[in-house]
């Protein structure tokens, strides 16, 4: 199998070709390197391909954004809780107090 921007025939599912895509970006294809019909190449759309993933769990580009923007989020409440502890850290010193590591 590989990727192809000019397909040679239509998706086998829905019967996409060579336009836009609802954005106006062109879609790319799957060729799965079979014929069918007397040496019609098998091609596959991405929307077709993203919906067969979806059928065996895998996860859609929209949810991959909505995790990445998630872990960006928590990435930047750990950092001011770090600095915030680092400060309190900084205080304790200047009072005489020493934090250990804890050993697990």
Known sequence: MHLIEV??????????????DRQGSNRE???LERDTNWNDPAIICE???????GLVGMISPDEIR???RELQEIKRQ????QANLDEVKRRARRLG????EAVA
């Open 97 to 100: 107090i020493e934090f250990t």
């Open 78 to 81: 750990v950092h001011v809780k």
């Open 66 to 68: 909505r995790l990445k």
């Open 7 to 20: 397909t040679p025939a239509p998706c086998l599912i829905c019967g996409a070709g060579n336009t836009p």
């Open 47 to 53: 929307d077709c391909a993203l919906n067969i993933g």
């Open 29 to 31: 294809f799957i060729d």
